[in-house]
């Protein structure tokens, strides 16, 4: 049953079994002065019909027919029918975690793929079983850099993705390290006056590729900066654009993050999602989280063991990598089913769709008075637009018309009030973006 109720016979049962008179009882551990004290302000309990009506109703209130140009981490790309008839086998779906990694043969088989198909995607040479999401990816980059250079300082371009670079301040509180930011110029990182910012304590540069604003950086300049001065290189990459941009792995970087969410998972109100986390073979014993590994058993058949699990379950706690738990395993089947049935070619094509699309749509919109394309920088899928009307009066005008954009940048960059991140996927049809062209265009026209 999807509503299972207890009873007061029941509760009461319970209670007398583990031999609590009241249910206050079982919080006698939390000080009076910090308990509520009055009754929680909740509506009269429902039946189940009446419940399930109610929740449909609050279900309704979802805006699921909107046409999503929204970005700034998460992007609506489509999802081949293959993934979800595979993803959602009870084999697959029900697995958990192979603590028991003897008897975990398909679960690991497919971490092993997994991991393959991101070595093959970032042009690195290892990979773990994937993680929690890109943020946490890029904090453990961050973390695998100061142990392994014992220097205390990190050199963090302002436009990695804002979300992210909070992750990596809270990460960083316990190992009393120092982020110096390096700025932004013109939608990207600039690569002039670097000198001053990475030096002799500098344990890697960060940086997103292509970076939150959507631009380019310059990867190969930030990568000759950070080697010169002894510290590593770590980029955060969407994995989509790896179908046609350079991948880390040829431009010298020491550690490839990024968010999977773009290989076969919707968008879902903001995840689950996955990290991925890449990085040079002399990394290995560096690298956290768990990894797949192929082997032989006594007989010459091959298998596959969970291997160089430097997590905090497995060794002593100070000498752990790190203390992440488990890899976000059925989120990385659907990537590694949503790969496989791309293919390089595939791939290549969705990213060709995403790029020719954006450019269509930044011309689209940039003709149209007031608004304009806020930087030249080279793109993929996603640029910066600005607008001189207020954001509220744009917000409005495109929910009117059941389209998603943004996020406004000013929430994350002052400087960027009035600006707008669009991301323009494979999906995108020449008459969606035409109709959120037409949208912009009445923002126009009343203001």
């Known amino acids: ?146 142990v392994q250079t014992k220097r205390k300082q990190l050199a963090v371009a302002r436009t990695v993705h804002p979300e992210y670079r909070r992750v990596l301040q809270t990460y960083l509180v316990p190992r009393q390290a120092q982020i110096v930011e390096l700025p932004m110029a013109a939608g990207s990182t600039g690569v002039s006056d670097l000198a001053p910012l990475i030096g002799a304590q500098t344990a890697a540069v960060l940086v997103q590729q292509p970076n939150f604003l959507g631009c380019l950086e310059d990867v190969s300049a930030l990568e000759k900066a950070a080697h010169a001065a002894g510290a590593m290189f770590i980029v955060s990459v969407d994995p989509v654009s790896l179908g046609l941009l350079q991948p880390p792995g040829e431009y010298g970087a020491d550690i490839a993050t990024g968010e999977g969410q773009p290989l076969g998972l919707p968008v879902s109100f903001g995840g689950p999602g996955f990290g991925f986390f890449a990085a040079r073979e002399k990394y290995l014993r560096r690298m956290p989280g768990r990894m797949s590994g192929a082997t032989t058993d006594a007989a010459g058949r091959r298998g596959f063991v969970l291997t160089l699990q430097a997590r905090e379950q497995h060794i002593r706690r100070e000498k752990a990598t790190s203390n992440i738990c488990s890899n976000q395993a059925l989120c990385a089947l659907a990537a590694t089913i949503h790969m496989s049935a791309l293919g390089p070619q595939g791939m290549r094509r969705v990213a060709e769709l995403c790029a020719q699309k954006a450019a269509y749509a930044r011309e689209r919109l940039s003709a149209i008075k007031g608004f304009t394309a806020a930087f030249q920088a080279p793109y993929f899928k996603e640029f910066t637009l600005k607008s001189d009307y207020p954001p509220d009066k744009v917000q409005a005008a495109l929910l009117k018309h059941k389209l998603a954009a943004g996020p406004e940048l000013g929430r994350f960059y002052p400087e960027l009030a009035g600006h707008w991140l669009i991301a323009v996927t494979e999906k995108r049809t020449k008459d969606e973006i035409d109709r959120l062209a037409r949208a912009l265009e009445e923002v126009a026209a009343v203001c």
Do not use: W
């Open 1 to 146: 049953m999807k509503y299972i109720p207890n009873t007061a016979a029941d509760r009461q049962k319970m209670l007398a079994d583990i031999g609590v008179p009241a249910v206050a009882d079982l919080f006698a551990d939390i000080p009076e002065p910090v308990r509520l004290q009055r009754e929680l302000d909740l509506p009269p309990a429902l039946s189940e019909p009446e419940l399930v009506s109610h929740m449909r109703r609050l279900a309704d209130k979802n805006g699921t027919d909107y046409t999503c140009f929204l970005g700034g981490g998460y992007y609506d790309h489509y999802i081949p029918a293959v993934v979800p008839a595979l993803l959602s086998r009870s084999e697959f779906y029900t697995a958990y975690t192979p603590y028991q990694a003897e008897i975990s043969q398909g679960t690991l088989a497919a971490i092993y793929e997994f991991q393959t198909l991101i070595c093959n995607l970032t042009g690195m040479d290892v990979a773990n079983a994937s993680m929690y999401d890109g943020a946490s990816a890029l904090a453990e980059a961050a973390a695998v850099a100061l």
